[in-house]
């Protein structure tokens, strides 16, 4: 599914992993603005985390697969 340049695990990316595991902005800020004004979120020394799941919300945003237990985030 990726090519790596001269077909070289560990070689410079054509089109790497980390493109295909990240949400682009925009769902990142529209998934935000949603965690922002849940009741679920909470901050505990200064990162914000989702009670339901306990996951850190900066991670959780960005990856793609990532989902809402209560299914607030549209896919």
């Known amino acids: 599914p ?3 340049a001269g077909g070289q695990w ?3 990316w ?3 992993p980390v493109m295909a595991v990240l949400a682009s902005q925009n769902v990142v800020a529209e998934r935000k603005a949603v965690c922002e004004t849940c009741p679920n979120q909470e901050t ?3 990162i914000d985390q989702c009670r ?3 996951c850190l919300l900066a991670v959780k945003m960005r990856l793609v697969s990532s989902h809402c237990p209560l299914k607030k ?3």
Do not use: A, D, S, V
Request: glycine content about 28%; some cysteine; aromatic content about 16%.
């Open 44 to 46: 505990l020394l200064g």
């Open 52 to 54: 339901l799941c306990g």
């Open 73 to 75: 985030w549209e896919q």
């Open 2 to 4: 990726y090519q790596y």
């Open 10 to 12: 560990g070689g410079p």
């Open 14 to 16: 054509r089109r790497g």
